[in-house]
């Protein structure tokens, strides 16, 4: 079962991304993606800046959109990766 738990722990934290995503779709507000935002720091961020130093415009809906993917698969393998570290070394001893 400790075998699974990384795995099921980025799995919920990619679903939740997913679920954080929809809400720019279906909703109006333009707070609709703060969701995504938050799932996605600090590297949304951190593109974001490094495309505004590279001289591009602000991102539109879909340039902020595969910011926050991305931010948020980088967030699921740290998970991923921390959780199964825990796992294996709680397994060890």
Request: aromatic residues 8%.
């Amino acid at each position: 079962m400790r075998n699974r738990v990384p795995a099921i722990l980025a799995g919920a934290y990619a679903v939740l991304g997913a679920l954080s995503i929809l809400p720019i779709f279906t909703g109006d507000d333009p707070l609709s993606g703060i969701f995504a935002v938050v799932l996605g720091s600090p590297w949304a961020q951190l593109l974001s800046s490094l495309f505004g130093a590279a001289g591009a415009s602000s991102p539109g809906v879909a340039e902020g959109l595969s910011l926050a993917g991305i931010g948020i698969a980088v967030n699921a393998a740290i998970v991923y990766l921390a959780s199964r570290w825990i796992a294996r070394r709680g397994t060890s001893r």
